[in-house]
């Protein structure tokens, strides 16, 4: 199985300031047939269900604000947030979607510092 | 608006089997697969398969083949899981989430989660 490794566990960031956080996958997720990196990035606040917020590494969900961004390709990616709001404290996860099992990654706790 | 609505939580004993219901809405049901996903206390997100909701075709985790059954009611709209044999490690979150297309695995719609307790 394709094995997703985020970092950091938790990140504290000042509002208005940027966040980012990593995902690494134990293999290449970047498809040679269609040039595509089958990753997509998931935001979950508590109670709530989780949300898309970008897929093919770098394409943003309908709706969801331009402040989120989607970077990287292969085996390293990276999610950033300019300008941190309140309201996108949350846990915020990476799902590669390329090969055998769809896997996720452990998770990032988002807070305000 | 799109919408997964999931049947309540559930407590099972150590050995029994549970079916939770994944209701939908918003959308042509059949034109698009629901995925299941789990999340146990601590864990990372585990994704249990697929179904395609048009066609009823599957596609299982090997982590619960033999185990899982996904089937669908397209009268009803509704996508099923059901899970056998239960142990104390299947204490968990049940997601059903949408796929962005019939055999899509891009996640675009989350239902609520259910909770299902297996304890003695």
């Known amino acids: 199985d394709i094995v997703m490794t985020q970092s950091p566990d938790s990140l504290a960031v000042s509002l208005g300031e940027r966040a980012t956080i990593s995902c690494k996958s134990s293999?290449?997720?970047?498809?040679?047939?269609?040039?595509?990196?089958?990753l997509a990035w998931f935001q979950h606040k508590p109670g709530q269900s989780p949300n898309l917020l970008i897929y093919?590494?770098?394409t943003r969900e309908s709706g969801v604000p331009d402040r989120f961004s989607g970077s990287g390709s292969g085996t390293d990616f990276s999610l950033t947030i300019t300008s941190l709001q309140a309201e996108d404290v949350a846990v915020y996860f990476c799902q590669q979607y390329y090969g055998g099992p769809i896997t996720f990654g452990q998770g990032t706790r988002l807070e305000i510092k | 608006q799109v919408q997964l609505v999931q049947s309540g939580a559930e407590v099972k004993k150590p050995g029994a089997s549970v079916k939770i219901s994944c209701k939908a809405s918003g959308y042509t049901f059949a034109s698009y697969g629901i995925h299941w996903v789990r999340q146990a206390p601590g864990q990372r997100l585990e994704w249990m398969g697929w179904?395609?909701?048009?066609?009823?075709?599957?596609k299982y985790s090997q982590n619960f083949q033999g185990r899982v059954t996904f089937t669908r009611d397209t009268s009803a709209i509704t996508v099923y899981m059901e899970l056998s044999s239960l142990r104390s490690e299947d204490t968990a979150v049940y997601y059903c989430?949408?796929?962005?297309?019939?055999?899509?695995?891009?996640?675009?719609?989350w239902g609520p989660g259910t909770l299902v307790t297996v304890s003695s």
């Open positions: 293999q290449n997720i970047l498809s040679s047939s269609n040039n595509k990196n089958y």
């Open positions: 989430a949408r796929g962005q297309d019939s055999d899509s695995w891009i996640f675009d719609y």
């Open positions: 179904i395609n909701a048009g066609i009823g075709n599957t």
């Open positions: 093919w590494a770098s």
